[in-house]
């Protein structure tokens, strides 16, 4: 079983029933099934994306810097963090919110040592605000986060059981991959559920990713138990 993991969320999955914004009744799923990870003394790490809000990459242009885009693509992804605490603390995770974007009014300053502390002292940390640099996503802040957090994996949530051989909502023959290597994900363009910098940073460090259908209950858990579930990358 693993002990420390970083599960990382996107913002389109927060918006559930919606178009954009946060469906609380997603939140709340995640929530309860982030408590089944900490009950087992895993310890737990989320970032959280901004993409129900603001996507950094598709504002930009029209007089929008691509600096200012993706610094609000930071900030929608503080929002969520804040929300995501509130939820995980309602539903009985004793949770803190760090941010690598100054917010001090709205969450901890981000530092090693404090996340540290956190973490040995049994509480969920919520990390905002990507690395606060622009032209990094979120899902590259995950994998940076996670090496220096001294992780033993990156959980990559999404909607689907993990990757296929196609496109499963389009070919009803696509095959789920079990697993593939860093040099295979990184290669194929066809590979969209992290960006090529995430995974070539994975990759150069040795960070084990694991890609799973996270609407599904207790798939996460299923994971920090070392069951093989999804599409595992390493």
Partial sequence: MYKRVLVKISGEQLSGK???GIDTDIARYFALESKKVVETGCQLIVVVGGGNMVR???????????????????????????????????????????????AEQVAESYAY????????????????????????????AAVSLALELDCDVVI????????????????????????MTFQQAVEDNGITVMDKAALGLAMEQGMPLIVLNAMKADSVLKAVRGERIGTSIG
């Fill in 18 to 20: 919606h178009l954009s």
């Fill in 56 to 102: 950094g990459a598709d504002l930009a242009g029209n007089g929008i810097r691509r600096v200012t885009a993706d610094q609000m693509g930071m900030l929608s992804g503080l929002m969520n963090a804040m929300a995501l605490t509130d939820v995980y603390e309602y539903n009985g995770v004793q949770t803190r919110c760090l941010s690598n974007v100054f």
């Fill in 113 to 140: 040592r404090r996340a540290e502390k956190h973490l040995e002292s049994g509480r969920t940390i919520i990390i905002a605000g990507g690395i606060a640099r622009p032209y990094f996503t979120h899902d590259t």
């Fill in 156 to 179: 990559k949530t999404t909607k689907v059981d993990g990757i296929y051989t196609k496109d499963p909502a389009k070919y009803k023959d696509a095959a789920l991959l079990q697993t």
